[in-house]
């Protein structure tokens, strides 16, 4: 979440829908999809909901998401969210 706040990017989820992401992946037995993954804070979210596994794809064609790795979020192990 501070790269995306570090570079202006607004549409980062807030920490309610976050919570929310968790719960939802916890329900995913095989594989989880998402799109729009901008500086990865709602894949960081699914990750950590995500059962031991479940395969996460994630895909988008703008500049965060396919920019360096030092600007895309990060995952915290132990289901806490992101970093």
Known sequence: MEAARRHGFAFSCRPEQGRLLQVLA???THRIGET???YG???AWLA???LPGTRLVSWSNTAPATGSSADRGRVRAGGRGPA
């Open 36 to 38: 729009g993954t901008g």
């Open 48 to 50: 950590s909901g995500a």
């Open 41 to 43: 804070v709602g894949p």
């Open 26 to 28: 916890a329900g995913a």
